[in-house]
């Protein structure tokens, strides 16, 4: 989910119209990813403090007892204002939350914002929990999660237990986010079972599907060049694939994408491979916003007709973007998740 | 044909420029009186709403303690519940209030917009930065923070980061209060599992600000809708008579083939042209006038409540649309019924005006029931009716079924006057009295509502201040008060002062729920100042003495009136029941309140200690006093007060509020007494058929003239009789019914017999200065103007 | 001698100067006496009526009333003149509105303070007025009205009645019925009656005529 590292460094830059000046987009000072990537888990699912951005991302596919489909967001971004700092309220890292669930008709969103040092949001490694608010994602190891969260219209309350090992993006985790060499440490659990209730307006639903987590942190800004992006994830027959494309100024895309068997083998497609063509629009909060796409990577034979479950998948946050799940058919079918950032 | 048919209507107005004339001025005046009050109105408005801002307290409901002192990870721990919560660290620093908040989590809308745009920088929250205007800066010292300047800040407010706010003040870890978001997650644990120490206060709970102001804010609502029915009474009479006065040339228009419905297009756009004209020239009067008013309303609503209103005015859009609106509305309003009555008028009907000979007895009536419906209904909603709404409709009723009532109990006076008259003159003069009666009830209909506002607003302002005064005698009973910061300071405050004053009384209290309501416990010291200075509105025979005793508690009004507590009731106070003893007026608190003795307090609330001090001491000493505190013991400025500087200030705030209303009252006279002049100068050229025989038959012009003004003042004379009932019943709906329904507290009402005797010679002026010309004019009247009356050529 | 007019002189304001009105009208009247006052449209007849009745003042020359030059008066006293020895019925709106028929009928006498009611009472019924005496004007006929007025004049008792064109605006069976009561009544107080007309038929009735041609006595 490498794409993602954009929409947190993208954070300062855009919330700055509301407030949020003073946040560079350089890494003056931050730790960078460098190659090759190692990992020390579980504190590696833990906070990096010393890098300027990082998140936890769950989203999940969903279906309740008549069939019918959901879909769920739960998000932890961590920022940092500067490499180091005090505590309690000097702490220099902030937190925010998003929580979303998604029906073909309805599409719920709430954010949290928190400060850092003073015990309102954070993330602990043994046992594993990271919260914000009364939001939770915790349990004994990474593999065995209970998560919550609730809105003023919503809440929610999962099971989740992963059924394969975590898989690496890019070069064993280390993700190239440009041409320019931009990257972040990336890696994820797509193999997530999950099963819980909803509450919605309308009462409680018992829902099961997958789920599908990221953990990426870096420090570095977009390439100057780039105007934003559009990310799927999708769980198909045979396997599970990861791509993005980059969208650049001058009209061309940088690509990337992962291709993940069904016990765990990753292949990372470069720049190219991976193609993904809007074929529909919908008018979303004034934007035209592309629904429907065309999405393949030739070299798996994979040519898959992609649409949102409810096009209306807005996320009116601090900085909004839309995300929302997906419906697969064409040369596999499944479903996924679609996010999308840029179309201001 | 269109165009003959505009020259013949404009003509009239060329060849009588007077009548042109008060028809703008007449609407112009009701526009400028409506859109001068609305002004100031949106004007103290608009300051209310910066202010509010500025605090961000306004409509938040509140996480308080006990004690006043939250720590954080009770903070941490309602979050982690689900409460969308968000602390407020607040203190003084240097004799400035200091604010502390977390741009983060508070609830949008709390910071004033200069410190939004940069509450989320990392030098905020962070670094350590200050927001406040200039001069509240000038009075601090150096604390090694960046300084950003705010005008729109509060005065004497500091708003930072609360985490700056508890290194500055001291307080780690501690908060003082917290927020609460208007919308909160479907998910929550109770507060009372989280953390039980702590109280949920409902919004207004803790806007002591808000509330208040709304209180002097309801006075000048009051006024607006007054001076808006008088406005709408003289704009009737204006539109009235230019159509009434362009009969023979509607007639005329008609009988040579123009048609009807044109006929009334064109006059509709011209009198829609003539009111946009009208209201235009209206407004900017309105301008002048509450640019006039409004430094006095700014210094008296910053005075009475602490809150700064700028006293610059701005055209802001609603005053000015809403002026235009009356202007155009009643100009509607008042031309539909003389358009339909044109549009059924038969081709050939009186080309002469007479809409002054009697109203038939049978429109009379009708207006005699509606009246009596309306005063019922006014009645009725007094006994029964709950709410702002039935306390706003009553005054509306009262105000519309008095004035309708007023040209049917005149017509009664008058015709009982002439039953009772003697001399052929006085015969005369109260038929022809009675007779004008018609033509001047619509202008004797606005001097009514305008002295019953005057006479009503006056009493309220009034009662208002007496018991307000009253009331500061008894809560700042004491000379002189002093405010420490934090305990030990005061234990040593109480140390230095005992041996140096006659009494220290220390003031302490603790916020806790009274059958469900907050509330806050006092525990004064028994002392004579008490006795002496607390008045009940209703209490046992021995309530003092009881109290002091611990044998029960006092409440105030508030509390009895929410919680439906009566004398004898049992009240729980921290687990322990007091038998109410006595129920007290508390005016401007909008929660409840509690007393009991001190050793009774000190049992209920071992953990709380008095900060506040009242010092009993010689009024002569309290300077001195004052400069040894501050040199000596090194008690800032801020916390001290003087009590007879208080309330000193307090009157003086009390004489801008009379200068503004008192300025109302000229105004809105003025303007009755402009409908009267004008209603005269109309009926005057009308009359000379009425007059011309009795001059023949031997009076003199200048003896009419005479009796011209003595009619003038007749009439206003017995308007002003009938409008002291109304002003006082308005008096009595705004501070028993509406203030009790708005803020839960009933307002004494006194009486002010020289204020009304003052209004009432002005209301008789006002009549005298506008029967002067027509009756100077009629004086004047050549005999062969008289004479016309007869000529055989007419 | 009741009345005297020497010189009358009187101009009003016209568009291309002061028109002359009246250009020295001199003229007399006895007590009881009656005369007819005729001539075109214009010749100034009601004007000399309004002159004489101390309703207007002349520009040059003398109206004495009982030896009394009404045009040396100030206001007030022009005022008591026109209360007390004068009465005057027009054309139209002779009469006051807001009162009743009795207090319109009464109302000279009262001003004068010579109220008479047993004189009201019986002209009222001579006049045919009984039925109608606490109606107001306005629900009256024209005839009716014009009878009014000229029973307020009677009911004060003047010495000079001053009548212009009092029957212009009535049919000929009304106007002849009017003019008969007011002949008859007016010979019965003894007072003099100077009345303007158009009508020959009328002006055959009176004691005297007087014929008045571009405000001169022809």
């Known amino acids: 989910m490498n794409v993602r590292i954009l929409l947190l460094l993208l954070w300062p830059v855009a919330a700055s119209a509301q407030g949020f000046a003073g946040l560079g987009t350089s890494t003056d000072g931050f730790a960078t990813p460098e190659r090759p990537a190692v990992f020390d888990f579980s504190v590696d699912h833990g906070p990096h403090p010393d890098y300027r951005i990082e998140w936890w991302y769950l989203t999940a596919n969903l279906q309740d007892d008549d069939g019918t489909h959901y879909g769920l967001q739960w998000t932890l971004f961590r920022t940092a204002l500067t490499p180091d700092g005090g505590d309690g309220w000097s702490s220099p890292q902030l937190w925010m939350g998003h929580a979303a669930v998604t029906t073909p008709i309805d599409h719920y969103v709430t954010e949290r914002l928190a400060r850092g040092g003073i015990g309102q949001a954070g993330v602990t490694t043994a046992p594993f929990e990271a919260w914000i608010d009364d939001w939770q994602l915790s349990g004994p190891d990474f593999d065995n999660l209970n998560m919550t969260a609730s809105g003023p219209e919503f809440a929610y309350d999962m099971d989740l237990i992963a059924l394969g090992d975590i898989v690496f993006h890019g070069d064993d985790g280390y993700s190239v986010k440009s041409a320019d060499g931009q990257a972040s440490y990336y890696y994820s659990q797509p193999f997530y079972t999950i099963e819980g209730m909803l509450t919605l307006p309308d009462g409680d639903v018992h829902v099961t599907g997958n789920a599908w987590l990221d953990r990426e942190w870096s420090s570095q800004p977009l390439s100057e060049n780039q105007t934003g992006w559009d990310w799927f994830s999708l769980s198909l027959d045979d396997g599970k694939l990861m791509g993005f494309r980059l969208r650049q100024d001058d009209g061309s895309y940088y690509t990337s994408a992962t291709w993940i068997t069904l016990d765990g083998e990753t292949t990372a497609y470069a720049d190219g491979a991976f193609q993904a063509e809007p074929q529909g629009y919908s008018n979303v909060n004034g934007r035209q916003i592309p629904t429907q796409w065309n999405v393949r990577l030739d070299e798996r034979g994979v040519d898959l007709d992609v649409y949102a479950l409810n096009p209306n998948s807005w996320m009116e946050t601090s900085v909004p973007y839309w995300e929302g799940p997906i419906l697969v058919e064409g040369s596999h079918t499944g479903v996924g998740y679609l996010e999308m950032t840029g179309y201001e | 044909m269109t165009k003959a048919g505009l020259q013949a209507l404009l003509s009239h107005w060329l060849r009588n420029p007077m009548q042109l004339f008060t028809l703008i001025v007449g609407l112009s005046l009701a526009t400028a009186l409506w859109s001068g009050v609305q002004a100031v109105n949106a004007e103290a408005r608009a300051s209310y709403d910066a202010a509010a801002q500025t605090l961000g307290e306004g409509q938040l409901a509140q996480i308080t303690s006990a004690d006043g002192a939250i720590p954080q990870s009770d903070y941490i721990r309602l979050r982690r519940a689900g409460w969308l919560v968000s602390p407020v660290v607040e203190g003084r620093l240097d004799g400035a209030r200091l604010i502390g908040l977390d741009p983060l989590t508070s609830p949008s809308g709390m910071a004033p917009m200069g410190v939004r745009d940069e509450s989320l920088s990392t030098d905020v929250l962070i670094g350590g930065v200050l927001f406040a205007t200039q001069e509240t800066f000038d009075r601090l010292k150096d604390h090694d923070v960046t300084r950003i300047v705010t005008p729109d800040a509060a005065p004497n407010v500091i708003i930072t980061d609360v985490g700056t706010a508890q290194r500055l003040l001291g307080l780690e870890s501690t908060l003082s209060r917290l927020l609460v978001a208007p919308e909160q997650p479907v998910v929550q644990t109770p507060i009372s599992e989280v953390t039980p120490t702590l109280t949920l206060r409902a919004p207004q709970d803790v806007s002591d600000v808000g509330r208040l102001t709304d209180s002097f804010h309801l006075n000048l609502t009051a006024f607006g809708l007054l001076s808006f029915a008088v406005g709408i009474f003289i704009v009737h009479g204006a539109i009235g008579l230019a159509f009434e006065q362009r009969r023979p040339v509607i007639r005329t228009l008609r009988a040579l083939g123009f048609p009807l419905h044109r006929l009334i297009a064109l006059i509709a756009i011209e009198l829609l042209v003539l009111s946009l004209v009208a209201g235009v020239i209206g407004i900017g009067l309105g301008y002048i006038v509450a640019a006039a008013l ?501 | 001698m009741l009345l005297r007019v020497t010189d009358l002189v009187k101009t009003f304001p016209g568009p291309d100067g002061p028109l002359p009105i009246l250009n020295g009208i001199s003229m007399k009247m006895t007590a009881g006496e009656t005369l007819a006052l005729t001539g075109e449209s214009g010749s100034g007849k009601s004007t000399l009526l309004h002159l004489v009745g101390g309703l207007d003042q002349p520009d040059t020359g003398l109206v004495e009333i009982d030896g009394t030059d009404i045009g040396a008066l100030d206001d007030a006293a022009r005022a008591a003149v026109r209360r007390d020895k004068v009465g005057v019925v027009f054309q139209q709106f ?125």
């Not at chain 2, 004052?626 to 007879?644: I, K, S």
């Not at chain 3, 005839?143 to 000079?160: D, F, K, S």
Request: proline share 4%; with cysteine.
């Open chain 2, 294 to 794: 409004l430094p006095d309303v700014a210094a008296t609503i910053s005075g009475l409540y602490g809150e700064s209103v700028s006293g610059t005015l701005q055209l802001r859009p609603e005053w000015w649309l809403s002026g235009l609106m009356i202007a155009v509305g009643g100009t509607c309003m008042a031309a539909a019924a003389s358009l339909f009555q044109l549009a059924r008028m038969p081709l050939l009907a009186s080309a002469r005006p007479r809409a002054w000979a009697m109203q038939s007895g049978k429109g009379r009536l009708y207006q005699a029931v509606l009246a009596v419906v309306l005063l019922i209904l006014a009645v009725f909603l007094g006994a029964v009716g709950n709410g702002l709404a039935a306390g706003f409709g009553m005054l509306a009723a009262l105000l519309i079924g008095a004035a309708l009532a007023l040209p049917v109990i005149l017509d009664r006076i008058l015709a009982f006057g002439a039953s009772r008259a003697r001399s052929v003159m006085a015969e005369w003069f109260w038929a022809d009295t009675r007779q004008q009666l018609p033509g001047l009830s619509l202008a004797l209909m606005a001097l009514l509502l305008a002295m019953a506002a005057n006479v009503g607003v006056s009493t309220m302002v009034s009662s208002f201040r007496l018991t307000f005064t009253g009331f500061l005698d008894q809560r700042l009973a004491s000379e002189f008060y002093v405010y420490a910061d934090d305990a030990d300071q005061a234990a040593a405050l109480q140390t230095y002062l005992t041996p140096r004053v006659d009494q220290v009384l220390p003031i302490q209290f603790a916020n806790q729920n009274v059958r469900d309501l907050p509330s806050e416990i006092y525990g004064p010291t028994a002392h004579s100042t008490y006795r002496e200075n607390w008045l009940f509105l209703q209490a046992t025979s021995e309530a003092w003495a009881q109290i002091e005793a611990g044998e029960g508690a006092a409440i105030n009004e508030q509390l009895a009136r929410r919680a439906d507590i009566a004398i004898g009731d049992e009240i729980t106070l921290a687990g322990e029941p007091f038998p109410v003893l006595g129920i007290y007026g508390d005016y401007g608190n909008p929660i409840g309140q509690v007393i009991v003795t001190e050793t009774a307090f000190n049992r209920l609330f071992p953990e709380i200690r008095p900060l506040r001090f009242g010092v009993r001491m010689d009024t002569a000493n309290v300077p001195a006093l004052a400069d040894a505190l501050r040199d000596d013991f090194g008690l800032e400025d801020a916390n001290m007060v003087n009590q007879a500087g208080i309330k000193a200030f307090s009157l003086s705030v009390f004489d801008r509020t009379f200068t503004v209303t008192g300025a109302l009252n000229v105004l809105t006279l003025a303007v009755a007494g402009f409908a009267i002049l004008m209603s005269l100068l109309t009926l005057a050229t009308m009359r000379l058929p009425q007059l011309a025989p009795v001059w023949a038959q031997g009076l003199t012009r200048a003896q009419l003239g005479r009796i011209e003004i003595i009619r003038a003042v007749l009439l206003a004379l017995l308007t002003t009789v009938l409008a002291l009932p109304l002003g006082l019943a308005l008096a009595w709906t705004l501070l028993a019914v509406v203030n009790v329904e708005a803020f839960g507290w009933r307002l004494p009402m006194f009486l002010f017999p020289m204020d009304y005797a003052r209004l009432a010679i002005f209301a008789v002026a006002a009549a005298v200065l506008a029967a002067l010309w027509p009756a100077r004019k009629l004086a004047k009247t050549r005999p062969s103007d008289l004479l016309k009356v007869f000529s055989n050529e007419r």
């Open chain 3, 94 to 218: 002779n009469l006051i509105p807001s009162l009743t028929v009795a207090s319109n009928v009464a109302f000279q006498a009262r001003l004068g303070g010579r109220e008479d009611k047993v004189w009201i009472k019986d002209l009222a019924t001579r006049m045919g007025l009984a039925e109608q005496m606490s109606k107001y004007p306005e629900q009256l006929s024209g005839g009716q009205q014009q009878r009014v007025a000229i029973a307020r004049t009677l009911a004060a008792r003047p010495a000079l009645i001053l009548a212009d064109e009092p029957t212009g605006n009535l049919d000929e069976v009304t106007a002849d019925s009017v003019l008969n009561l007011m002949l008859e009544l007016a010979a019965e107080t003894q007072a003099a009656l100077l009345m303007v007309t158009h009508s020959e038929r009328l002006a055959e009735r009176m004691d005297r005529r007087l014929y008045l041609r571009a405000g001169r006595v022809a």
